[in-house]
């Protein structure tokens, strides 16, 4: 069992920067591959970014170049820096832990954490 939970989110102006980190319990996070996939009201959960345990990372299209994934496994933790954010990245972001599949989607995903909010104001 992994229990995950974010931090970090909040209310940022376009272009500036913000920092989630997704803190997980139990002995093996660096099994997982890590991702953070992101909920806009009415909108589906999409994919933002993942991280394998061996350190690959993966970046949807709206993601590369602004945000980038890391991990620090000895504090059982994985990150987002997101920069240059812009208004259409304000949703909810979760972070999801797997064992195996997919990892840009949702459903391949064994764990969720309860999701931390992100605001960017124009």
């Known amino acids: 069992q992994v229990q995950l939970v974010e931090s970090g989110g909040g209310l940022v102006q376009a272009g500036g920067s913000l920092r989630l980190s997704c803190a997980a319990s139990?002995?093996?996070?660096?099994?997982?591959?890590m991702g953070w996939f992101r909920q806009a009201p009415g909108k589906e959960r999409e994919f933002v970014s993942a991280?394998?345990?061996?350190?690959?990372?993966y970046y949807a299209d709206s993601a590369k170049g602004r945000f980038t994934i890391s991990r620090d496994n000895a504090k059982n933790t994985v990150y987002l820096q997101m920069n240059s954010l812009k208004p259409e990245d304000t949703a909810v972001y979760y972070c999801?832990?797997?064992?195996?599949?997919?990892?840009?989607?949702?459903?391949?995903?064994?764990?969720w954490g309860q999701g931390t909010q992100v605001t960017v104001s124009s």
């Open positions: 999801g832990a797997g064992l195996s599949g997919v990892l840009t989607t949702a459903r391949e995903y064994d764990y």
């Open positions: 139990g002995r093996t996070f660096s099994r997982y591959f």
């Open positions: 991280i394998r345990s061996g350190g690959g990372t």
